[in-house]
Protein backbone atom coordinates (compact mmCIF):
# COMPACT_ATOMS: atom_id res chain seq x y z
CA UNK A 1 0.00 0.00 0.00
CA UNK A 2 1.10 3.82 -0.39
CA UNK A 3 -0.42 6.44 1.24
CA UNK A 4 -0.63 10.12 -0.46
CA UNK A 5 -1.33 13.37 1.13
CA UNK A 6 -1.59 16.85 -0.51
CA UNK A 7 -1.54 19.92 0.76
CA UNK A 8 -0.53 23.55 -0.50
CA UNK A 9 -4.09 24.34 -2.13
CA UNK A 10 -5.87 27.65 -1.34
CA UNK A 11 -7.35 30.68 -2.88
CA UNK A 12 -4.85 33.01 -4.58
CA UNK A 13 -5.27 35.59 -7.13
CA UNK A 14 -4.95 35.59 -11.09
CA UNK A 15 -1.27 36.06 -11.46
CA UNK A 16 -0.01 34.82 -8.26
CA UNK A 17 1.31 31.27 -8.04
CA UNK A 18 1.26 27.98 -5.30
CA UNK A 19 3.41 25.04 -4.76
CA UNK A 20 1.45 21.66 -4.10
CA UNK A 21 2.98 18.93 -2.16
CA UNK A 22 1.92 15.19 -1.96
CA UNK A 23 3.89 13.12 0.47
CA UNK A 24 4.03 9.33 -0.32
CA UNK A 25 4.68 6.60 2.25
CA UNK A 26 4.46 2.87 2.84
CA UNK A 27 5.38 0.55 -0.42
CA UNK A 28 7.25 3.30 -1.90
CA UNK A 29 9.46 1.36 -3.50
CA UNK A 30 7.21 -0.23 -6.13
CA UNK A 31 6.14 3.23 -7.22
CA UNK A 32 6.49 3.81 -10.98
CA UNK A 33 5.77 7.43 -11.29
CA UNK A 34 3.69 10.38 -9.39
CA UNK A 35 0.59 12.29 -11.33
CA UNK A 36 -0.99 15.20 -10.75
CA UNK A 37 -4.47 15.47 -11.98
CA UNK A 38 -7.20 18.01 -11.66
CA UNK A 39 -10.70 18.23 -11.77
CA UNK A 40 -12.63 21.40 -12.55
CA UNK A 41 -16.16 21.73 -11.94
CA UNK A 42 -18.42 20.11 -14.53
CA UNK A 43 -14.99 18.84 -16.17
CA UNK A 44 -13.55 15.43 -16.50
CA UNK A 45 -9.99 14.62 -14.38
CA UNK A 46 -7.11 16.14 -16.54
CA UNK A 47 -3.60 14.94 -16.28
CA UNK A 48 -1.37 17.69 -15.34
CA UNK A 49 1.98 16.29 -15.01
CA UNK A 50 3.94 13.47 -13.95
CA UNK A 51 7.31 12.46 -12.30
CA UNK A 52 9.51 8.96 -12.78
CA UNK A 53 9.44 7.93 -9.43
CA UNK A 54 12.91 6.40 -9.86
CA UNK A 55 14.88 8.15 -12.54
CA UNK A 56 13.21 11.42 -11.81
CA UNK A 57 12.47 12.08 -15.37
CA UNK A 58 8.99 14.53 -15.98
CA UNK A 59 6.25 15.17 -18.63
CA UNK A 60 3.89 17.36 -19.20
CA UNK A 61 0.14 17.92 -20.81
CA UNK A 62 1.25 19.83 -23.79
CA UNK A 63 -0.25 23.29 -22.43
CA UNK A 64 1.23 23.01 -18.87
CA UNK A 65 4.80 22.67 -19.76
CA UNK A 66 5.87 26.84 -18.83
CA UNK A 67 3.60 27.63 -16.04
CA UNK A 68 3.57 24.27 -14.11
CA UNK A 69 6.76 22.34 -12.73
CA UNK A 70 7.07 19.15 -11.42
CA UNK A 71 9.95 18.18 -8.70
CA UNK A 72 10.54 16.00 -5.80
CA UNK A 73 12.51 16.39 -2.88
CA UNK A 74 13.75 12.70 -2.23
CA UNK A 75 14.60 12.43 1.25
CA UNK A 76 11.07 13.97 2.27
CA UNK A 77 9.16 11.17 -0.46
CA UNK A 78 7.66 14.78 -1.90
CA UNK A 79 6.79 15.62 -5.07
CA UNK A 80 5.81 19.04 -5.55
CA UNK A 81 3.39 21.08 -8.37
CA UNK A 82 4.48 24.20 -8.86
CA UNK A 83 2.12 26.58 -10.66
CA UNK A 84 3.08 30.11 -11.86
CA UNK A 85 0.64 32.87 -13.34
CA UNK A 86 -2.14 31.32 -12.28
CA UNK A 87 -5.36 31.72 -14.32
CA UNK A 88 -9.45 31.70 -12.62
CA UNK A 89 -9.42 28.14 -15.08
CA UNK A 90 -6.83 26.36 -13.14
CA UNK A 91 -9.32 26.41 -10.46
CA UNK A 92 -10.05 22.69 -9.65
CA UNK A 93 -9.52 19.83 -7.05
CA UNK A 94 -5.62 18.79 -8.04
CA UNK A 95 -5.03 15.38 -6.92
CA UNK A 96 -1.78 13.23 -7.01
CA UNK A 97 -1.60 9.76 -7.76
CA UNK A 98 1.04 6.79 -7.65
CA UNK A 99 1.02 3.59 -10.31
CA UNK A 100 3.02 1.16 -10.06
CA UNK A 101 2.87 1.01 -14.29
CA UNK A 102 3.55 3.12 -16.79
CA UNK A 103 0.15 4.80 -17.45
CA UNK A 104 -1.28 8.45 -17.65
CA UNK A 105 -4.61 7.69 -17.45
CA UNK A 106 -6.16 8.28 -14.20
CA UNK A 107 -8.49 4.62 -14.34
CA UNK A 108 -4.88 3.46 -14.25
CA UNK A 109 -3.75 4.97 -10.92
CA UNK A 110 -3.14 2.96 -8.05
CA UNK A 111 -3.64 5.48 -5.51
CA UNK A 112 -4.67 8.52 -5.00
CA UNK A 113 -4.50 11.32 -2.17
CA UNK A 114 -7.44 13.05 -0.82
CA UNK A 115 -6.93 16.06 -3.05
CA UNK A 116 -6.54 20.24 -2.22
CA UNK A 117 -8.39 22.66 -3.75
CA UNK A 118 -6.86 25.61 -5.49
CA UNK A 119 -9.38 28.70 -6.14
CA UNK A 120 -8.15 31.13 -8.30
CA UNK A 121 -10.17 34.91 -8.43
CA UNK A 122 -9.69 37.53 -11.18
Known amino acids: QVQLVESGGGLVQAGGSLRLSCAASGRTFNIYHIAWFRQAPGKDREFVASLNWRSGDTFYRDSRKGRFTISRDNAKNTVYLQINSLKPEDTAVYSC???????????????WGQGTQVTVSS
Open 97 to 111: AASLRPSLRDIDQDY
